[in-house]
């Protein structure tokens, strides 16, 4: 047996053809001969080794002789090459220099590395920071992970000791990508404290591995009937700005979407979150088409506190002159009015944080049916007061001249007065109003509870 049967290799690495020819020409001195020596020992005594193992020598060869060729020929084996003989498999610091500078003189990273790529799309949540009505948007921060094979990046024929190698955002623009984007985000952009938050994994068979962390503004669809026992869907869709499906074809792994932590904000708190993919037609073909939609419901306690329990406040206050009586004229009409100002300041302060849309919305029926109770109060106070007018003013005599009937006074001395009827009609009003205005509203708020709550009676954070 020879030392190494070139003859017999397939040359599918231009690399070993090369070092056959090195070790068959003239260049061939004592020093090369020593090298090979421990190499052909090998082969003899595993005589079974496959073309691929003797493959992998002819790379460490390699090696050496490139350093050679820089540092000139040493006068023994160099106790590095030895070890790398002796221990069969290539560390990372020669893979790098193989795929960083060997490989890269015929590697083009604008050509596709198969003629259709399969790019397996992960996404992990990190957080979600902010979910606004008024510009119907959200903001994420997450992981985007990519999978795809290019055979250009393999290197497990250089027997590594390592299963793969990770590199950083300047390596990754050296390579083919995907050139992933989310084509419906209003803003998007890489963190980069310290530093771009791009990471990079070749395995030894091509398998590429790609994780950025962005944090990306998405749009959201918003339908406010029910605020604020509303939920609001936002949703972020994914696909390959240059490629279309027949170049790149893109689709979830498994599992599509990773969640690191429950999401709960002030004002919503994420309860679900679904994935699609499709094809989308444009001018050059259909596009692989990735889609997230996250599912938020409204967190409506603050709402109660500020909105709700304050009107129940204020419309039991407008019942107060109910009990007043007829006569206290001034003293209902102040606490009616102060009533009115109180229900419109308290609308005013709700709907000035929400967008101006042109439904009504769940909080615009209540506030507005309390404005409608506190009014129908002044309506009945306004009644009382038509019809005591009259009450109380002095009496004219027949001959045009206005007198007091004082010897009518003086007469009855200390008899019980009598209530005129128009005092015993109003009392009557007073009294049919302590029922009535409580029933109808304890009637009016179980129907908008069943209406509006069944949302929030299905399990609704608050």
Known sequence: MVLVECENLDFRFKKAENLCNKIRGPQRTPQLSLLLRPAAIVHIEEGERSDDD??????????????????????????????????????????????????????????????????????????????????????????MNEYWTDPGLAYDILNPCQGNLSFDWAVMQTIWTPNTCFINSKRAQLHSSPFTNVFLMVFPNGSVWSNWRIKSTGPCVMDLTKFPMDSIECMLTFESFNYNKEEVFMRWGDPPLTQFKDIVLPDFTMINYSTSSKFQLYAAGYWSELTVNFFFRRRYGWYLLQGYIPTYMTVFISWIPFYLGPKAIPARTMIGVNALLAMTFQFGNIIRNLPRVSYVKAIDVWMLSGICFVFASLVELATIGFLMRNEGRPTLGRGSTRRWNLSKSSAVGDAPVQKSACIQYCERLDNFARIAFPLVFTCYNLLYWLVYMRTALEGAPM
């Open 54 to 143: 003797m493959l992998s020598s002819l790379f460490l060869l390699l090696y050496a002789i490139r350093q050679w060729s820089v540092h000139g020929l040493p006068s023994e084996i160099s106790p590095t090459v030895a070890y790398l003989l002796d221990r069969g498999c290539a560390n990372d610091t020669e893979i790098i220099d193989h795929l960083l500078f060997e490989n890269m003189l015929h590697y083009n990273k604008h050509k596709l590395p198969s003629p259709q790529v399969d790019v397996r799309i992960e996404m992990w949540v990190q957080e979600v920071t902010s979910v606004s009505e008024l510009t119907q948007d959200f903001e994420i921060d997450l992981y």
